[in-house]
């Protein structure tokens, strides 16, 4: 992930205040877990959140991969099925958590 991205992203304690289905729509970054044989070797995933299901399973959509292996070599995947059991965390941008936040705090005054 480039080093700028990285500065920007919201650690996932601080994602709490709102549920899975609130990000639907956004941008999230995915961290893989590692399963391959290189110990520093990491997959980040960042695309649009499309959907889950009860198992936590997601479905991302214009998705760019990257890989610590090789920063400068990320490809663009497209619609991709995330199983729960591969993701190590998720995480989403300062300025679009601030953006989700305010429009739920938003909703919910309107519904009270």
Do not use: F
Not at 12 to 19: G, I, Q, T
Not at 34 to 53: E, F, K
């Amino acid at each position: 992930m480039a080093e700028s991205n990285r500065k920007t992203v919201v650690e996932p304690s601080v994602m709490e205040a709102l549920k899975l289905s609130d990000y639907m729509g956004s941008t999230i970054h995915v961290t893989l877990k590692n399963n391959s044989s290189q110990p520093v070797d990491q997959r980040l995933l960042t695309g649009v959140l499309i959907a889950t299901d009860c198992q936590l399973n997601i479905l991302l959509d214009e998705v760019q991969e990257e890989s610590t292996s090789t920063p400068d070599k990320g490809r663009k995947l497209g619609l991709v099925s995330v199983p729960n059991n591969t993701i190590e965390r998720i995480c989403i941008t300062k300025p679009q958590l601030d953006k989700l936040c305010k429009w739920k705090e938003k909703s919910m005054r309107d519904i009270v």
